[in-house]
């Protein structure tokens, strides 16, 4: 990452992030925030590295994630979205976009510095929940010769609920409000208990900052919904990534009315399920992996499962990422 660019991020030594300006949208200025982890006195250089990307109401935090793959000689960034945590301004509608093809923009941007100019020519896309319906769509379009893998942590590739959800009626009139009202909001009830399982000043581990991933979730509007419906329809069309995939997700999904043992061993989040049917959408040479224990965020899981979630990423890392058989 350039000196001169970045400043020490709020994650502190030896993280930086560098602020990246894109072109206006409806509502103004545009940034997008590239975080990387500056390697450590003693560190050999790598031509490795690994972009990760956050899902829905979160942005990067995942200092652990990204020391394991320091440990393994990859060079760590995230990416905090347009409109998410780092790249969030005042005037903006969170998290909002019409399209998920905005996100390219961000995408490309990261990417840019991330190989040219920072010479890495080997580098594994991470992305969580709908950061990796975003990703896998940016890399079956730009098809990138760096792209050596596509890591997909509980990708969000079908909208979740009753089947009655996903029927004509119903995407028909989501498509119509997201064209006509695209502002106005999804009621919904959201009962916190998801980030509640994560942070650690209330039943979690982790250290998050709640203004960017709120306990109870950003808004969601109907534009947005209607661009992520039509991410699912070309994830569901078939994508054609050359690189090999790794899905990972939880081995079952749950409901709970209570913060009970299923809100800290399953996805709350999401249908499993449904990762499951539509991950061989995704390209060529995919590797679907359920982890027994494991929430949403699988690296965000209770140490026994996110210690399973790392092996099965290793064993494909150094099967077919490191020593590629594509």
Same mark, same amino acid.
């Given at each position: 990452? #350039?000196?001169?660019?970045?400043?020490? /991020?709020?994650?502190?030594?030896?993280?930086?992030?560098?602020?990246?300006?894109?072109?206006?949208?409806?509502?103004?200025?545009?940034?997008?925030?590239?975080?990387?982890?500056?390697?450590? %006195?003693?560190?050999?250089?790598?031509?490795?590295?690994?972009?990760?990307?956050?899902?829905?109401? /979160?942005?990067?935090?995942?200092?652990?994630?990204?020391?394991?793959?320091?440990?393994?000689?990859?060079?760590?960034?995230?990416?905090?979205?347009?409109?998410?945590?780092?790249?969030?301004?005042?005037?903006?509608?969170?998290?909002?976009?019409?399209?998920?093809?905005?996100?390219?923009?961000?995408?490309?941007?990261?990417?840019?510095?991330?190989? *040219?100019?920072?010479?890495?020519?080997?580098?594994?896309? #991470?992305?969580?929940?709908?950061?990796?319906?975003?990703?896998?769509?940016?890399?079956?379009?730009?098809?990138?010769? %760096? =792209?050596?893998?596509?890591?997909?942590?509980?990708?969000?590739?079908?909208?979740?609920?009753?089947?009655?959800?996903? #029927?004509?009626?119903?995407?028909?009139?989501?498509?119509?409000?997201? +064209? *006509?009202?695209?502002?106005?909001?999804?009621? +919904?009830?959201?009962?916190?208990?998801?980030?509640?399982?994560?942070?650690? /000043?209330?039943?979690?581990?982790?250290?998050?900052?709640?203004?960017?991933?709120?306990?109870?979730?950003?808004?969601?509007?109907?534009?947005?919904?209607?661009?992520?419906?039509?991410?699912?329809?070309?994830?569901?069309?078939?994508?054609?990534?050359?690189?090999?995939?790794?899905? =990972?997700?939880?081995?079952? #999904?749950?409901?709970?009315? %209570?913060?009970?043992?299923?809100?800290?061993?399953?996805?709350?989040?999401?249908? $499993? +399920?449904?990762?499951?049917?539509?991950?061989?959408?995704?390209? +060529?040479?995919?590797?679907?992996?359920?982890?027994?224990?494991?929430?949403?965020?699988? $690296?965000?899981?209770?140490?026994?499962?996110?210690?399973?979630?790392?092996?099965?990423?290793?064993?494909?890392?150094?099967?077919?990422?490191? %020593?590629?058989?594509?």
């Amino acid at each position: 990452m #350039s000196e001169e660019s970045a400043i020490v /991020d709020v994650l502190g030594e030896p993280w930086f992030a560098e602020t990246i300006d894109l072109a206006p949208d409806a509502e103004g200025p545009v940034v997008t925030t590239l975080v990387g982890r500056r390697p450590a %006195e003693g560190e050999a250089p790598t031509d490795r590295a690994v972009l990760h990307v956050h899902g829905f109401s /979160d942005y990067f935090f995942h200092t652990e994630f990204g020391e394991w793959w320091a440990e393994r000689g990859h060079t760590m960034y995230g990416l905090d979205l347009r409109k998410y945590g780092r790249s969030m301004r005042p005037h903006q509608s969170p998290a909002y976009v019409a399209d998920l093809e905005e996100y390219f923009a961000d995408l490309d941007a990261a990417w840019e510095r991330i190989t *040219r100019r920072d010479g890495h020519r080997h580098v594994v896309l #991470s992305g969580h929940s709908t950061g990796g319906l975003v990703v896998a769509l940016w890399a079956d379009a730009r098809r990138p010769p %760096e =792209l050596a893998g596509l890591l997909l942590n509980s990708p969000w590739l079908d909208l979740q609920g009753p089947p009655m959800l996903r #029927s004509a009626p119903v995407g028909f009139a989501l498509e119509q409000l997201g +064209r *006509r009202r695209p502002m106005a909001q999804l009621g +919904r009830e959201v009962k916190g208990f998801y980030g509640r399982s994560l942070h650690r /000043d209330h039943d979690g581990e982790w250290d998050f900052d709640v203004r960017w991933k709120p306990l109870d979730s950003l808004p969601i509007r109907f534009g947005w919904i209607r661009a992520v419906r039509q991410g699912h329809a070309r994830v569901q069309a078939g994508l054609r990534v050359e690189a090999p995939v790794l899905v =990972l997700s939880s081995d079952r #999904s749950s409901y709970p009315k %209570e913060l009970d043992e299923r809100v800290f061993s399953t996805d709350i989040v999401l249908d $499993v +399920r449904q990762i499951r049917r539509w991950s061989t959408a995704i390209g +060529r040479h995919v590797t679907y992996i359920a982890v027994p224990g494991a929430v949403h965020d699988v $690296v965000l899981s209770r140490r026994p499962a996110r210690a399973r979630a790392y092996e099965a990423i290793e064993q494909w890392l150094t099967g077919f990422v490191l %020593e590629p058989t594509h």
